[in-house]
C-alpha cells in the first residue's frame, strides 16, 4: 500500500526565515497531495493542497511544490511568524483513494 | 472551521465498556471518515463512508464499529475487543468527488481515555 515518510520530524527556525518540509510517496498512481497544520489540541486545518497536474502551487508565504517522477512534495513557508508555530502533516491519495498521512513535522518559530 | 462537531471533547471510559462517540456535519458532504491520532503519529484510518448506508473498514478497524443511517451523522463505536482505545478520535468529511477525498475537513476531535 502507500507509504508517505516525513522529515524533518522537528524543525526549528528564526522568525522571518523559511521553512521547508519533505515527504516522499510510494504509490506513483497518487495524484492529490494536501497539507494540514495541527495546533496543540486542536483539529487538523487543510492550509493547501495540490494535484498531479500542477508542479506547484502558492497561497501567500506558503507554497507547494510536486515532482512526480521523484515522488516527493514539499510545503515551503517563507517569512515564517511565531503563528506558524505548530505540527504539519503531509498527505496522499493510496489505495483505494484513502489519503495516507505522514507522521508530522513540529515547526517551533523562535522570535 | 465549523460545520463538523464532535461531542464530547473528553470521555472517560473504564475498561470493559464500549463507548459511542459522535459526529456530525452540516455541510453536505457525502463521504465521512474516522481516524485516530496517537502521541507524536500521524493520522490512521478507522472507517470511512462515502454514501449514506455504506461504510468500508480503513486500516485499523479492529475493535471499532460505524454505522452511516444519515449523510449528518457518523457514530463510532470503540467496543472492548480494541486493545488500545486511548487516543484522539478524529472525524473528517469530504465531498465525494468520484471516491476521491479531496479537500477533507476535520472535526474538534474527542479526546478518549480508557482506564
Known amino acids: 500500500g502507500e507509504n508517505v515518510e516525513q522529515h524533518p520530524s522537528t524543525l526549528s527556525v528564526q522568525e522571518g526565515d523559511s521553512a521547508v518540509i519533505k515527504c516522499t510517496y510510494s504509490?506513483?498512481?497518487?495524484?492529490?497531495f494536501p497539507w494540514y497544520k495541527q495546533e496543540l489540541g486542536k483539529r487538523p486545518q487543510l492550509i493547501i493542497d495540490i494535484r498531479s497536474n500542477v508542479g506547484e502551487k502558492k497561497d501567500q508565504r506558503i507554497a507547494v511544490t510536486l515532482n512526480k517522477t521523484a515522488k516527493h512534495f514539499s510545503l515551503h513557508i517563507t517569512e515564517t511568524q511565531p503563528e506558524d508555530s505548530a505540527v504539519y502533516f503531509c498527505a496522499a491519495i493510496g489505495l483505494r483513494n484513502k489519503l495516507v498521512f505522514g507522521a508530522g513535522t513540529i515547526l517551533r518559530v523562535k522570535s | 472551521d465549523g460545520g463538523i462537531t464532535q461531542s464530547p471533547k473528553y470521555l472517560f471510559r473504564k475498561e470493559g465498556q464500549n463507548v459511542t462517540l459522535s459526529c456530525e456535519q452540516n455541510l453536505n458532504h457525502d463521504a465521512m471518515y474516522w481516524y485516530r491520532q496517537d502521541p507524536g503519529q500521524g493520522l490512521r484510518l478507522i472507517y470511512y463512508s462515502q454514501i449514506v448506508n455504506d461504510f468500508q473498514k480503513g486500516d485499523i478497524a479492529e475493535g471499532y464499529s460505524v454505522s452511516r443511517e444519515k449523510k449528518e451523522s457518523f457514530p463510532l463505536t470503540v467496543t472492548s475487543a480494541q486493545k488500545n482505545p486511548t487516543a484522539f478520535y478524529l472525524c473528517?468529511?469530504?465531498?465525494?468527488?468520484?471516491?476521491?477525498?479531496?479537500?477533507?475537513?476535520f472535526g474538534p476531535g474527542t479526546r478518549l481515555t480508557v482506564t
Open positions: 504509490d506513483s498512481a497518487s495524484n492529490y
Open positions: 473528517a468529511s469530504s465531498i465525494n468527488n468520484r471516491g476521491i477525498p479531496y479537500e477533507q475537513y
